[in-house]
T-cell receptor
Framework: GQNIDQPTEMTATEGAIVQINCTYQTSGFNGLFWYQQHAGEAPTFLSY????GLEEKGRFSSFLSRSKGYSYLLLKELQMKDSASYLC??????????FGTGTQLKVEL | DAGITQSPRHKVTETGTPVTLRCHQT?????MYWYRQDPGHGLRLIHY???????DKGEVSDGYSVSRSKTEDFLLTLESATSSQTSVYFC???????????FGDGTRLSIL
């Protein structure tokens, strides 16, 4: 099976940088996804890591270390609209996703 | 936005009644998925499809069945709804394995 852990809540200041961690225990997976979900809305795709290392996409970056069972999502130049839940998910056979319970990020002035 | 439409968007029904949720896509993607989202559990996979008439179970499939008779439609049926199936249901699609899944707007289902 797959066990995924994320902090439940985080708070950060507008304009700052925040790192949201995701740790996992699994027998194997194809890749790791990050999704953003605003309250009452559908999850939207942010990033995908297959290989170890950093993937950068504008203000968002994601990092994966398979040997350490660890990933993080880095958000730079935080904006109020970044207040949302951030979901870490592992993908296995059939592209099935197993999600963590998500990290609720609150951005304050 | 990916062309995914879920219907209905909201439904209230009684325990023991059958319920069918529909997911319709205009992207011609091979893979389609049904998830439920509950506080404290996150998103959990119910069933998925990897082609017409090809489906498989997910993590929480008990009490649910699915059908996919054509590429664009994936139906989720609760044969006899129970209060524990009150949830928000999301459909997702992906073009192929290891491609991002894109989600519909969700169906809020309440079973009284």
């Amino acid at each position: 099976g797959q066990n995924i852990d994320q902090p439940t809540e985080m708070t950060a200041t507008e304009g700052a940088i925040v790192q949201i961690n995701c740790t996992y225990q699994t027998s194997g997976f194809n890749g790791l996804f990050w999704y953003q979900q605003h309250a009452g809305e559908a999850p939207t795709f942010l990033s995908y890591n297959v290989l170890d290392g950093l993937e950068e996409k504008g203000r968002f970056s994601s990092f994966l270390s398979r040997s350490k069972g660890y990933s993080y999502l880095l958000l730079k130049e935080l904006q109020m609209k970044d207040s949302a839940s951030y979901l870490c998910a592992l993908t296995g056979g059939g592209n099935k996703l197993t999600f963590g319970t998500g990290t609720q990020l609150k951005v304050e002035l | 936005d990916a062309g995914i439409t879920q219907s209905p968007r909201h439904k209230v029904t009684e325990t023991g009644t059958p319920v069918t949720l529909r997911c319709h896509q205009t992207e011609n993607h091979r893979y389609m998925y049904w998830y439920r989202q509950d506080p404290g559990h996150g998103l959990r996979l119910i069933h998925y499809s990897y082609g017409v008439k090809d489906t498989d179970k997910g993590e929480v499939s008990d009490g649910y069945s699915v059908s996919r008779s054509k590429t664009e439609d994936f139906l989720l049926t609760l044969e006899s709804a129970t209060s524990s199936q009150t949830s928000v249901y999301f459909c997702a699609i992906s073009e192929d394995s290891n491609q991002p899944q894109h989600f519909g707007d969700g169906t809020r289902l309440s079973i009284l």
